[in-house]
């Protein structure tokens, strides 16, 4: 029951951000660095074993490439040596497009990392700025304050899905994960989705965000035909992500 009043806030919240225009936060610095406080809380399992990629909804998509490199993709030389490659990817549930740089030598072909990021509901997708799909042996994403993720390797769905929640809880500037609504959620809990939920309350959010529950079709459904979280500015690193869900 504690983790479904927890779910019911991550949706009530989100439902009130879909009421209303994101506000975007402008920022050129960092964000300061802030140490995990583990939660001391009970894991329901050591990892989750299901995979979104074959329960989520894909939306259709359009791709359009683009002549110029956006500048925040261009200055990550060492995440892509040989220069990113652009395009603009409308969905069928959303009017407005949302804009990958994808390295030539990445993992993911542009088609399967087009695909992903449409399998992420547009209500948590509206979230995401843009998208950078980069190459490396191992499997590893980051998301930035402001809304911009990174993704190395052959990232599944899960982890599309676990950085766009990442994207929410900086929406509106500051985390959502450190307001006192979710500290009291999680006070009156026992248990957390699963061990990595533990390292902190920003975990704990994001994981729960990205976690079926058997009554989630009860819960509030998000708006189609959302604005992305584009426009928004800030390099701090909100979270960043060393493990696959495989």
Not at 189 to 194: A, I, Q, S, Y
Request: charged share 15%; net charge negative.
């Amino acid at each position: 029951m504690a983790s479904l009043l927890k779910l019911v806030f991550l949706f009530s919240l989100v439902s009130s951000l879909l009421a209303a225009p994101l506000r975007f936060r402008q920022r050129d610095t960092p964000a300061p660095a802030v140490t995990p406080v583990a939660l001391n809380l009970t894991a329901q399992q050591s990892s989750f074993t299901f995979d979104l990629g074959t329960t989520l909804v894909l939306s259709n998509s359009t791709v359009t490439p683009l002549t110029t490199v956006p500048p925040n993709c261009a200055i990550y030389t060492t995440e892509c040596p040989s220069a990113y490659q652009a395009v603009n990817v409308t969905y069928d549930d959303c009017s407005d497009a949302w804009t990958m740089c994808r390295c030539p030598t990445a993992n993911m072909t542009l088609e399967t990392a087009v695909e992903r990021l449409g399998s992420v509901p547009v209500g948590l997708r509206r979230y995401v700025a843009t998208v950078l799909v980069s190459p490396d042996v191992e499997t590893h994403a980051y998301t930035l304050t402001s809304g911009d993720i990174h993704m190395f390797g052959d990232t599944e769905v899960n982890t599309w899905v676990h950085e766009a929640a990442h994207a929410f809880d900086w929406a509106t500037g500051s985390p959502l994960s450190e307001t006192t609504e979710w500290a009291q959620a999680i006070g009156n809990d026992t248990c957390v989705p699963d061990t990595y939920s533990t390292t902190d309350v920003a975990e704990a959010l994001d994981r729960t965000a990205g976690h079926p529950h058997p009554s989630a079709a009860q819960l509030p459904r998000a708006s189609s035909n959302v604005e992305p979280g584009r426009g928004r500015g800030g390099t701090g690193v909100a979270h960043s992500y060393a493990h696959s869900y495989e």
